[in-house]
């Protein structure tokens, strides 16, 4: 949802978030796991007895800069212009922040999250184990082609939801769901791209 929201900025104004840090870019990070990771990590945590807190996130070693996520998602919009960034040391909640800012809050931080059960589990496994259940990330490649699909339908459903024209995501789509789209508007799309002339 968050790309969907980025692609559909105009960019006229920076976006505006909130961080502690000097360099929110290069001192803060996104720990995003997969969820298929989530899922065998408590599935072999129930499987060997084990019970409490159990982290499942990238950890230290694959979790992503907060620069490097924010490179990815401008190279995913279409818009051809960058969209800015701006760090303020206010509150999170502050109305001078971007709205996604205030939604996703973590934006700006660096949390580092204790792998040390994880790891213990992965040593306890078998090698069939590893290769049925993978407890780790394969990549730390941010990569946001791969879910091109699911932010295009993302920003078909916030056009619904504002009330927008879905022609409007033939301009801000890496990838535009033709069908999803009334026949006037797969018309713009493919003269936009030189298909029809």
């Known amino acids: 949802m968050f790309a969907a929201g980025i692609a559909l900025e105009l960019g006229l104004e920076p976006f505006t978030a909130a961080s502690p840090y ?4 290069a001192e803060t990070f996104i720990d995003e796991v997969p ?5 065998n990590r408590l599935t072999v945590a129930l499987r060997h007895g084990k019970s409490g807190i159990l ?24 818009l051809f212009w960058m969209l800015g960034y701006k ?14 800012s205030r939604i996703y809050v973590v934006l700006g931080t660096a949390y580092e999250f204790d792998e040390a059960r994880t790891d213990d589990m992965w ?3 078998s090698e ?4 049925q259940y993978p407890l780790y990330m394969q990549s730390t490649i941010c990569d946001l082609s791969t879910r091109r699909a699911a932010t ?18 033939i301009f801000v ?13 797969r018309w713009l799309e493919a003269m936009l791209r030189g298909k029809l002339f």
């Open 22 to 25: 000097e360099d929110p870019f």
């Open 35 to 39: 969820v298929d990771v989530v899922v």
């Open 55 to 78: 982290h499942a996130v990238a950890g230290r070693r694959k979790r992503l800069s907060t620069g490097t996520v924010w490179q990815a998602l401008n190279k995913e919009r279409k």
């Open 87 to 100: 760090w303020q040391k206010v509150d999170w909640h502050s109305p001078s922040l971007h709205l996604f």
């Open 123 to 125: 040593a306890s496994m």
């Open 128 to 131: 069939k184990e590893r290769i």
């Open 152 to 169: 295009n339908a993302n920003i078909l459903a916030i056009l619904k939801m504002k009330g927008w024209p879905q022609w409007v995501s």
């Open 173 to 185: 789509c890496r990838m535009v769901p033709s069908q999803a789209l009334p026949w006037p508007c």
